[in-house]
Protein backbone atom coordinates (compact mmCIF):
# COMPACT_ATOMS: atom_id res chain seq x y z
CA UNK A 1 0.00 0.00 0.00
CA UNK A 2 1.46 3.49 -1.13
CA UNK A 3 0.44 6.12 1.10
CA UNK A 4 1.37 10.39 0.43
CA UNK A 5 1.28 12.55 2.94
CA UNK A 6 1.94 16.29 2.30
CA UNK A 7 3.12 18.82 5.12
CA UNK A 8 4.49 21.90 5.21
CA UNK A 9 1.64 24.12 4.22
CA UNK A 10 0.50 26.98 6.20
CA UNK A 11 -0.46 30.99 5.21
CA UNK A 12 2.38 33.44 4.03
CA UNK A 13 2.76 37.31 2.87
CA UNK A 14 3.64 37.96 -0.77
CA UNK A 15 7.35 37.47 -0.89
CA UNK A 16 7.50 34.89 1.59
CA UNK A 17 8.64 31.02 1.28
CA UNK A 18 7.64 27.54 2.35
CA UNK A 19 8.83 24.39 1.99
CA UNK A 20 6.04 21.72 1.55
CA UNK A 21 7.07 18.05 2.47
CA UNK A 22 6.08 14.53 0.76
CA UNK A 23 6.70 11.48 3.11
CA UNK A 24 5.98 8.30 0.66
CA UNK A 25 5.27 4.67 2.51
CA UNK A 26 5.58 2.14 0.58
CA UNK A 27 7.78 -0.15 -1.73
CA UNK A 28 7.73 2.22 -4.79
CA UNK A 29 9.28 5.17 -3.96
CA UNK A 30 12.81 5.00 -5.15
CA UNK A 31 12.06 4.40 -8.68
CA UNK A 32 9.18 6.30 -9.07
CA UNK A 33 8.71 9.48 -10.53
CA UNK A 34 7.49 12.33 -7.90
CA UNK A 35 5.49 15.80 -8.59
CA UNK A 36 3.51 18.28 -6.84
CA UNK A 37 -0.06 19.50 -8.41
CA UNK A 38 -2.00 22.43 -6.94
CA UNK A 39 -5.49 23.34 -7.43
CA UNK A 40 -7.47 26.63 -6.48
CA UNK A 41 -10.81 26.88 -5.94
CA UNK A 42 -13.20 26.26 -9.16
CA UNK A 43 -9.83 25.61 -10.97
CA UNK A 44 -8.58 23.13 -12.47
CA UNK A 45 -5.61 20.97 -10.75
CA UNK A 46 -2.35 21.97 -12.15
CA UNK A 47 0.94 20.53 -12.73
CA UNK A 48 3.94 22.43 -10.43
CA UNK A 49 7.13 20.49 -10.73
CA UNK A 50 8.52 16.85 -11.12
CA UNK A 51 11.42 14.88 -10.50
CA UNK A 52 12.47 12.02 -11.51
CA UNK A 53 14.09 8.90 -9.94
CA UNK A 54 17.55 10.32 -10.11
CA UNK A 55 17.31 14.24 -9.50
CA UNK A 56 18.62 14.88 -12.54
CA UNK A 57 15.70 15.70 -14.50
CA UNK A 58 13.43 17.77 -13.02
CA UNK A 59 10.49 19.92 -14.77
CA UNK A 60 8.68 22.69 -13.71
CA UNK A 61 5.36 25.30 -14.68
CA UNK A 62 6.14 28.74 -16.31
CA UNK A 63 4.40 30.00 -13.50
CA UNK A 64 6.64 29.25 -10.92
CA UNK A 65 9.96 28.66 -12.77
CA UNK A 66 12.83 30.46 -10.82
CA UNK A 67 11.24 30.28 -7.63
CA UNK A 68 10.51 26.67 -6.67
CA UNK A 69 12.31 23.89 -6.37
CA UNK A 70 11.94 20.34 -5.66
CA UNK A 71 13.85 17.80 -4.46
CA UNK A 72 13.99 14.53 -3.09
CA UNK A 73 15.84 12.70 -0.28
CA UNK A 74 15.57 9.25 -1.14
CA UNK A 75 17.25 8.09 1.91
CA UNK A 76 14.34 9.58 3.71
CA UNK A 77 11.68 8.62 1.05
CA UNK A 78 10.34 12.45 1.01
CA UNK A 79 10.05 14.67 -1.92
CA UNK A 80 10.63 18.73 -1.03
CA UNK A 81 9.14 21.70 -2.84
CA UNK A 82 10.98 24.82 -2.26
CA UNK A 83 8.55 27.84 -2.76
CA UNK A 84 10.52 31.45 -2.83
CA UNK A 85 8.74 34.45 -3.75
CA UNK A 86 5.53 33.48 -3.03
CA UNK A 87 2.43 35.63 -4.49
CA UNK A 88 -1.55 35.95 -4.19
CA UNK A 89 -1.60 33.51 -7.35
CA UNK A 90 0.03 30.55 -5.74
CA UNK A 91 -3.14 30.34 -3.25
CA UNK A 92 -4.13 26.45 -3.70
CA UNK A 93 -4.08 23.33 -2.17
CA UNK A 94 -1.10 22.04 -3.05
CA UNK A 95 -0.64 17.87 -3.87
CA UNK A 96 2.17 15.21 -3.86
CA UNK A 97 1.63 12.49 -6.45
CA UNK A 98 3.27 9.47 -7.29
CA UNK A 99 4.04 7.65 -10.84
CA UNK A 100 4.97 4.14 -10.37
CA UNK A 101 7.82 2.68 -12.89
CA UNK A 102 8.31 2.85 -15.70
CA UNK A 103 7.36 6.67 -15.36
CA UNK A 104 7.74 9.58 -16.88
CA UNK A 105 9.00 13.45 -15.64
CA UNK A 106 6.14 15.54 -16.61
CA UNK A 107 3.46 17.62 -15.31
CA UNK A 108 0.84 17.90 -17.94
CA UNK A 109 -0.70 14.32 -17.51
CA UNK A 110 -2.18 13.88 -14.39
CA UNK A 111 -2.81 10.45 -15.38
CA UNK A 112 0.80 9.90 -15.68
CA UNK A 113 0.13 9.58 -11.56
CA UNK A 114 -1.15 6.74 -9.92
CA UNK A 115 -1.12 7.27 -5.90
CA UNK A 116 -1.83 11.14 -4.59
CA UNK A 117 -1.69 12.69 -1.14
CA UNK A 118 -5.10 14.51 0.35
CA UNK A 119 -3.01 17.89 -0.12
CA UNK A 120 -1.78 20.77 1.87
CA UNK A 121 -3.26 24.44 1.48
CA UNK A 122 -1.06 27.19 0.75
CA UNK A 123 -2.57 30.60 1.18
CA UNK A 124 -0.54 33.23 0.50
CA UNK A 125 -1.98 37.41 1.40
CA UNK A 126 -0.56 40.57 -0.21
Known amino acids: QVQLMESGGGSVQAGGSLRLSCAVS????????MGWFRQAPGEEREGVAA????????VYGDSVKGRFTISRDNAKNTVYLQMNSLNPEDTATYYC???????????????????WGQGTQVTVSS
Open 97 to 115: ALASPPCTVVIDRRNNYNY
Open 26 to 33: GSRYGTAC
Open 51 to 58: IGTGSGRT
